[in-house]
T-cell receptor, first 114, second 116 residues
Framework: EPEVTQTPSHQVTQMGQEVILRCVPI?????FYWYRQILGQKVEFLVS????????KSEIFDDQFSVERPDGSNFTLKIRSTKLEDSAMYFC????????????FGNGTRLTVT | AQTVTQSQPEMSVQEAETVTLSCTYD???????LFWYKQPPSRQMILVIR??????QNATENRFSVNFQKAAKSFSLKISDSQLGDTAMYFC?????????????FGKGTRLHILP
């Protein structure tokens, strides 16, 4: 069964550095999402992306964050100047037709900012 | 704004027992989707079950079933014949089915331990 794949599984970076988290959604899916989960806390929506543009973003998704679909297969989340509080699990998800179809999640990238 | 509340932070049951995880939500919408997601120690998010609010029949997937009470805004998950592999965090989630508001809102989760 097709899967959403995320790389790397674990990323360690120093405060102030830029990181790019990569995701390959399921190939015939059209809607893409990033969620994050700070350790032990709830899963929070960051951003949704459709037709090469952001369709919705949360208040967490400030100017520090950006998303891109550079080549038709990858979907990336860039964090420009990481802060300690950005340490979390970041989940990519995709769906075939948007809100009416189930989300398929990747295994997540654990980001540790030191 | 929609909210999702899971009032049980943690639960433990013996293997083979039946366990019910509770979830309530608040919305003014009449049509929406509700989900239960499982997050095992591997941290992956796995869809367990999905319910469409306009369907009166409770969704069922093998040992997992829901008790959907729309008027009470309640959406509990029942796990029958629980197994050790059911040990995980379980998140209840809500979604409005509109293209311009397609985010999922998660509850804080219930940590479920299945004891041998």
């Amino acid at each position: 069964e097709p899967e959403v794949t995320q790389t790397p599984s674990h990323q360690v970076t120093q405060m102030g550095q830029e990181v790019i988290l990569r995701c390959v959604p399921i190939s015939n899916h059209l809607y893409f999402y990033w969620y994050r989960q700070i350790l032990g806390q709830k899963v929070e929506f960051l951003v949704s992306f459709y037709n090469n543009e952001i369709s919705e973003k949360s208040e967490i998704f400030d100017d520090q964050f950006s998303v891109e679909r550079p080549d038709g297969s990858n979907f990336t989340l860039k964090i420009r100047s990481t802060k300690l509080e950005d340490s979390a699990m970041y989940f990519c998800a995709s769906s075939r037709t948007g809100p009416n179809s189930p989300l398929h999640f990747g295994n997540g990238t654990r980001l540790t900012v030191t | 704004a929609q909210t999702v509340t899971q009032s049980q932070p943690e639960m433990s049951v013996q293997e083979a027992e039946t366990v019910t995880l509770s979830c309530t939500y608040d919305t003014s919408e009449s049509n929406y989707y509700l989900f239960w997601y499982k997050q095992p120690p591997s941290r992956q998010m796995i869809l367990v079950i999905r319910q469409e609010a306009y369907k009166q029949q409770n969704a069922t997937e093998n040992r997992f079933s829901v008790n959907f009470q729309k008027a009470a805004k309640s959406f509990s998950l029942k796990i029958s014949d629980s197994q050790l592999g059911d040990t995980a965090m379980y998140f209840c989630a809500f979604m409005k089915p509109r293209n311009r508001d397609d985010k999922i809102i998660f509850g804080k989760g219930t940590r479920l331990h299945i004891l041998p």
